[in-house]
């Protein structure tokens, strides 16, 4: 078809935050797109300079209400980084457990109440429900067992209260962990099921044309610590972020995006499954292969059986963290303050998460930086979203629409964090 296409969709829904996509169609080629982040910057490294160094771990946290966790311990660890401090024993392994309930809690979230609809046909998922209530309810459950593990750690589920600089206001006894197997292992059952269950979801077929970037730990699958990798060989410390990754403004968003040396990159569960899928537990690694998984994933439809694999792993750590755990003799080491920069990354469920703060010697914040995953995602998601649409253009603009937003919601876009996403506005001409 020659001439002219315009389409026009209000706000993308099922998405955390607000945007939009502008499509323009000249003679059956796109001749441009572009992902509109037009939510308000949130101004969060501007709030933390001059507070003390204690405080990013609270206030951080309300950058998202999703994945509150990511952004408290990647504070600590990059403030502990710059007082020349590291948290292990005990307290890590209860830092690591409560990241695991955050995991639980958003994949759960995204897979049944926002990403699952796409695949069966449904508005929502209270159309789904009605005709799909026992994996609505399985759903249901992975969540509240996220969200519990969570307030027996961190002492609430939003926002968590107790996380703190060297480790936690208080450490939990062993009782109160002790009640949590039974709903874990319930849960390790629905992770289970969720893998299989998707499995027999329909998936198009889409390849990540983009670098992927995750945490890499020789030990363990990556959470919470360990270098910088990619699939091109990228080998760096936190500390090196800066040095390869740049953050630059586009004037149709409100969030900046992020190149690897000038080259699109993608974080997220397909990066980090991709590269560090050898350190999954054995059986975890067993049940993605019967889910038809490889050792590698590239297609972002696929996600939502990356994330199945995922809270499958996050609920045998904890049920492991657990069942071992000691109180540690005091719920924080001592962090001093002193003049220095630290930085820190961990793996969000979203993606890598980079924080970065340099105190002065009486330890208040001179400068604070923060890379959220989205951001970084941004322009992977608009290639995604090209393919997309050079793909469907036969369709018609309700179906492109809908097949558009999709390729959106495969990546779990936390809008508002990344605005430091959909209304579509497709042009063809």
């Not at 059956?28 to 308000?40: A, N, S, T, W």
């Not at 330890?363 to 992977?380: C, E």
Request: with cysteine.
């Amino acid at each position: 078809m020659h001439g002219e296409r315009s389409i026009r969709v209000g706000d993308i829904t099922r998405v955390e935050g607000e945007g939009a996509l502008h499509v323009r169609i000249r003679d059956d080629r796109v001749e441009e797109l572009r992902l509109d982040i037009f939510e308000p910057p949130r101004y969060f490294e501007a709030l933390l300079r001059g507070r003390t160094y204690l405080e990013p771990v609270d206030i951080t946290a309300r950058i998202c209400g999703i994945c509150p966790v990511a952004y408290q311990l990647t504070a600590a660890q990059a403030i502990e980084a710059a007082c020349g401090v590291v948290v292990g024993g005990p307290l890590r392994e209860l830092r690591r457990l409560l990241y695991c309930g955050e995991w639980l809690q958003s994949h759960a979230l995204h897979v049944y109440l926002l990403h699952a609809p796409d695949f069966l046909g449904y508005d929502g998922v209270v159309d789904m429900a009605r005709d799909h209530p026992d994996a609505v309810h399985r759903g249901l459950r992975l969540k509240k067992a996220g969200n519990r593990l969570m307030e027996v750690v961190g002492g609430r589920a939003v926002h968590p209260i107790n996380p703190r600089v060297g480790g936690f206001h208080r450490a939990p006894e062993r009782s109160e962990l002790a009640v949590l197997i039974d709903p874990l292992e319930q849960a390790r059952e629905d992770a289970l099921g969720t893998l299989r269950w998707a499995a027999g979801l329909d998936f198009p077929d889409l390849e990540v044309d983009a670098e992927l970037v995750a945490l890499g730990h020789p030990d363990e699958y990556p959470v919470d610590r360990g270098r910088i990798h990619s699939s091109a060989g990228l080998d760096l410390e936190a500390g090196e972020f800066d040095a390869h990754f740049t953050e630059s403004q586009v004037p149709h968003s409100s969030a900046l995006v992020s190149t690897l040396r000038g080259r699109t990159y993608l974080v997220g569960p397909l990066a980090r499954y991709s590269l560090s899928s050898d350190h999954l537990l054995p059986d975890v690694r067993a049940a993605a292969a019967e889910a038809g998984l490889g050792p590698h994933c590239r297609n972002p439809f696929r996600s939502i059986l990356v994330r199945g694999v995922e809270m499958l792993q996050a609920c045998k750590e904890a049920l492991a963290i657990v069942r071992d755990y000691r109180p540690p003799d005091r719920p924080f080491v001592d962090v001093e303050p002193r003049a220095g920069e630290g930085s820190a990354c961990t793996e969000a469920p979203r993606g890598l998460l980079f924080h970065r703060y340099r105190l002065d010697e009486e330890g208040r914040i001179v400068s604070a930086t923060i890379v959220p995953p989205t951001s970084q995602n941004q322009l992977a998601i608009e290639a995604d979203l090209r393919r997309l649409v050079d793909g469907g253009l036969a369709l018609p603009d309700e179906e492109l629409a809908r097949l558009c937003e999709r390729g959106v919601r495969n990546h779990d876009p936390c809008i508002s964090c990344a605005a430091h996403f959909l209304r579509l506005d497709v042009d063809r001409g």
